[in-house]
């Protein structure tokens, strides 16, 4: 059984990173990737609820996005939607890479 999970939720950025992890860890992780090109922050978080809501501590979350909303001028929703999922997620490890 795998003793650590990593997560990672994103944008098109995101998009080979999940591979990149898995080859570079050892069997005691296990890598899922969920990339959605052309998506928004509040989208990428809210589609995540219910695939992190089984994590630990022991775990990791990696959350990649922000370009489309910066694109569209919406940075301060994107911002408010990552300071959300980050208070109802304290149950696990969360890395954020945005713009």
Not at 15 to 23: E, P
Not at 50 to 59: C, G, N, R
Not at 65 to 77: A, Q, T, V
Request: charged letters at 25%; hydrophobic letters at 35%; a negative charge.
């Amino acid at each position: 059984m795998k003793k650590h999970k990593i997560i990672i939720i994103g944008d098109s950025h995101a998009r080979g990173c999940t591979s990149g992890i898995k080859y570079n860890l050892d069997e005691d992780f296990e890598v899922q990737g969920f990339v959605d090109p052309g998506t928004g922050v509040e989208i990428i978080t809210n589609s995540a609820k219910v695939d992190i809501e089984h994590l630990t501590k022991q775990d990791v979350t990696v959350v990649w996005g922000g370009s489309k909303d910066m694109g569209k001028n919406e940075i301060k929703n994107g911002i408010k939607c990552i300071q959300n999922f980050v208070k109802t997620n304290s149950h696990t490890g969360i890395i954020l890479i945005e713009v």
